[in-house]
Each structure stands twice: as C-alpha cells, then as structure tokens.
Nanobody
Framework: QVQVAESGGGSVQAGGSLRLSCTAS????????MGWFRQAPGKERELVSCISRSGTNTQYGDSVKDRFTISRDNAKSTMVLQMDNLGPEDTAMYYC???????????????????WGQGTQVTVSS
C-alpha cells in the first residue's frame, strides 16, 4: 500500500509564497507519477500541477502557470510545489496524489491517480 503525505500548508497574505512537500512510500518513488490537486468549497477538484516519474515532464493548471513550480527529488522520495505570488483565488485544500506509471508523462485528471494524501490547507488573505 502506498502512503502519501503532504506538509507545508498555512496562511499567507496575497503576494506571498508557500512551499508544499509530499512524500510517498510503499513503492519505489521513481515508479510513481505524482500530482498536486486542489479543491475549494463548492468546487471540483482541479489540477495544480503534475510531474512524471523522472521529473522531465510537467504540466500546470492554467491559473497557476508562471507562479507555481513543481519538482521532485527521487533520492529523497519527495515532491515539492513552490507557490509564489499567491492570491485569494488560490485558497483551497491541496492534495498530493500518486500513481504507478512507468511512462514518461503525467496525468492531468484526478481520476488517473490511485493514492492520495489527507490534504493540507492553503489560505491566502487579501
């Protein structure tokens, strides 16, 4: 069973930055395609970013492009989401997700991911 855990959420003022981390165990980390998703109250879960198992390929949601950066360190079994220039619209519960995928791509749909963390809250005040 794969265990996924997020950390690093919190509260910040608009224009500030936060850094989210995610670890996964139970399978070789470099067998896992990883993703960040978020869900605000009353809204559907949406892609923030995803990253292929090697880190070569990444995807971003349109609303976070040029503000957020995803990366991973397979030696440390860790994925990081650096979030800059945050705005109130970024307020949501952020989830880390993983799926075993040996291909060189990542998935934009949350339906493709098998393993999920409990989520970490990000709140941005204006």
């Amino acid at each position: 069973q794969v265990q996924v855990a997020e950390s690093g959420g919190g509260s910040v003022q608009a224009g500030g930055s936060l850094r989210l981390s995610c670890t996964a165990s139970g399978l070789p980390f470099d067998d896992l395609t990883m993703g960040w998703f978020r869900q605000a109250p009353g809204k559907e879960r949406e892609l923030v970013s995803c990253i292929s198992r090697s880190g070569t390929n990444t995807q971003y949601g349109d609303s976070v492009k040029d503000r957020f950066t995803i990366s991973r360190d397979n030696a440390k079994s860790t994925m990081v989401l650096q979030m800059d220039n945050l705005g109130p619209e970024d307020t949501a519960m952020y989830y880390c997700a993983a799926v075993k995928n040996l291909g060189p791509w990542c998935y934009k749909s949350p339906l493709e991911y098998d393993y999920w963390g409990q989520g970490t809250q990000v709140t941005v005040s204006s």
